[in-house]
Nanobody
Framework: VQLQASGGGLVQAGGSLRLSCAAS????????MGWFRQAPGKEREFVAA????????YYRDSAKGRFTISRDDAKNAVTLQMNSLKAEDTAVYYC?????????????????WGHGTQVTVSS
């Protein structure tokens, strides 16, 4: 499956962005989906994940209450709505697909990755 993330940009602190992840090649309904991010000089870290069918969602602590992950399997897409953005949210954001769902919080658990989209939050 090929993944393409989009929707990044420059926003002021307190603002919002909506990231989208479009898939091609295979249907996303077969995958547990996640968003990760990587800031300069730091390792790629888990942000959010959503189970098959969207019944369960998972967030890093700093994203809880601010970010919302959702999926639309009919459109073969996953979104990450980010509100109340902070300067520390600045990073390249990546979407990823996991066939097993066994390690949703670990980047090693994901089978496919898209190219990232840059999110810059100015303070």
């Amino acid at each position: 499956v090929q993944l393409q993330a989009s929707g990044g940009g420059l926003v002021q602190a307190g603002g919002s962005l909506r990231l989208s992840c479009a898939a091609s090649g295979r249907t996303l309904s077969s995958y547990f989906m996640g968003w990760f991010r990587q800031a300069p000089g730091k390792e790629r870290e888990f942000v959010a994940a959503i189970s098959w069918g969207g019944g369960n969602t998972y967030y890093r602590d700093s994203a809880k209450g601010r970010f919302t992950i959702s999926r639309d399997d009919a459109k073969n897409a996953v979104t990450l709505q980010m509100n109340s953005l902070k300067a520390e949210d600045t990073a390249v954001y990546y979407c990823a697909a996991d066939a097993s769902g066994r390690q949703p919080f670990s980047r090693g658990g994901y089978d496919y990755w898209g190219h990232g989209t840059q999110v810059t939050v100015s303070s």
